[in-house]
């Protein structure tokens, strides 16, 4: 692979990998209790940490090794990721425990892994990296290699199976990291191939090597986005709820402010508030949009006997003025009202439909 090519991927995968942990351990800190939250987020501080030592060791090819010892830590970090997302499957699918119990049985087979890794970096001789013996090498990333891809197909499986009867969102981001799970576990067959054609001493095929390359890292990328979907779906879905709240509270401003100007003891808040401050304002937009909802509807109740109470066949902005006006100049109150702006549905956003469309009709010059 071209350097600018490792440089490409390497970048990507640095873009999307720190913004995910900082928004998982953000997750957490919500939520402490919560210990699948707990594993994905140790799968991510894994992978951080490994992201550097493998700069470090040098070289990101197998079999051909950078230095020793961060090369043991970079894949100490990478079997713990991998262990993180069964841990993750294993406490989000079973009662806790049955689920505390298969994680200390699938901690058997990282330890063993590890301990041979650490075994052959104690053992290997003090020299270049280009004059380790064939076999520690060999024997390091075989141990690595085959625990990470026993490791990721069984993730791949419970991911699969998990997403089966999750949420939608869960399920779209189970499925998205199930596939990074189905490359990685074919990019790990790979190179438990090329390691162990490096030990038979035989010459590596070139397609065997830049596969490896182009199955890692993809996968590492679905990973990241896969497990990071759900909470970025939903942070992204409550931005639009916001928006749409924000819009219509200042939508409806032409009615609130005619019927406040006619009833100003009915606001819920005592305290004013400069327009200015109010325009510019973007925080506490749920609880203003809901308040103004409740001020604009408690207006109409108030105002509607003067409606019933005249004879008007125009729009409703102009029938509405001229009961203000009536308000406006002392006239007798009316013993009964009417429905005013009634929506069609039931429900809250149908309700807010219609008083936007009366305030928008209200802001029009012909109803002033």
């Known amino acids: 692979m071209a350097v ?80 993180s997302l069964a841990c993750f499957f294993l406490f989000s699918a079973l009662p806790p425990d ?98 162990l054609v490096h030990w038979a001493g035989a010459a590596i095929p070139w397609l065997l090597v830049q596969a490896t390359v182009w199955l890692v890292f993809p996968s590492a990328i679905l990973l990241v986005v896969g497990l990071s979907y759900p909470g970025v779906a939903t942070r992204l879905a409550a931005a639009r709820v916001w928006w749409q709240h924000l819009r219509a509270y200042h939508r409806l401003r032409p009615l609130w402010t005619r019927l406040h100007e006619a009833f100003p003891e009915d606001a819920l808040s005592r305290t004013p508030i400069a327009p200015w401050r109010d325009t510019l304002s973007l925080l506490g937009v ?7 909802v409740i001020e604009c509807r408690d207006g109409l109740v108030r105002i509607s006997p003067y409606l019933a109470h005249l004879d008007h066949d125009g729009p409703l902005a102009d029938w509405l003025t001229e009961a203000l006006r009536a308000h406006a100049r002392r006239e007798p109150v009316p013993t009964e009202g009417m429905p005013v702006a009634v929506p069609e549905g039931g429900g809250l956003d149908d309700d807010v439909r219609e008083l936007v469309t009366l305030s928008e009709a209200l802001a029009s010059p012909a109803a002033r």
């Open 98 to 195: 049955r689920a505390r119990r298969r994680a200390w049985l699938e901690a058997v087979p990282l330890g063993t892994a590890i301990l041979v890794m650490a075994i052959v970096t104690v053992l290997m001789p003090d020299v270049p990296p280009q004059q380790y013996p064939r076999a520690g090498v060999s024997v390091f990333y075989l141990a690595a290699d085959l625990y990470l891809t026993y490791g990721i197909a069984s993730a791949c499986f419970f991911a699969r199976r998990h997403a089966r009867g999750a949420a939608p969102r869960l399920a779209r981001g189970l499925s998205v990291a199930s596939l990074g799970f189905a490359i990685g576990a074919l990019g790990g067959a790979t190179l438990i191939a090329v390691v």
């Open 286 to 292: 749920h609880r203003r949009y809901y308040r103004r």
């Open 4 to 83: 600018n090519s490792k440089i490409a991927l390497i970048v990507v995968q640095g873009v999307i990998l720190f913004p995910a942990l900082v928004w998982k351990s953000y997750q957490l800190t919500r939520a402490p209790g919560d210990v699948a939250r707990w594993m994905v987020t140790a799968c991510l501080a894994c992978f951080a940490a490994a992201y550097p030592l493998g700069l470090l060791a040098g070289d990101v090819n197998q079999p051909d090794p950078g230095s020793i010892v961060p090369l043991l830590f970079q894949h100490v970090f990478l079997c713990g990721l991998v262990y």
